[in-house]
């Protein structure tokens, strides 16, 4: 099996990067991510904390009732 030689061979071209790239590459590169990360996650514990709770909330579940018409069937025929 012929393996190409990496020491000798040229690396490949990296290929352009779309706006994705460049927004995580300038987020890897800049001192503040860490600082973003932690007010992040500040932000999100204030908001567990903050957002009331009750024991027995009051939660609307809307629901329909679908009646069908079936003419002539007798009782053991509509519960089967």
Aim: charged share 10%; hydrophobic share 50%.
């Amino acid at each position: 099996m012929n393996l190409p030689d990496t020491a000798t061979s040229a690396p490949l071209p990296e290929p352009p990067l779309g706006v994705a790239g460049r927004l995580a590459r300038s987020f890897q590169a800049n001192a503040l991510t860490p600082l973003l990360a932690i007010v992040a996650l500040l932000l999100g514990l204030f908001a567990v904390l903050v957002t009331p709770r009750e024991e027995e909330p009051q939660i609307n579940v809307t629901m329909a009732n679908v009646l069908i018409a079936f003419p002539g069937a007798s009782s053991a025929d509509v519960q089967a």
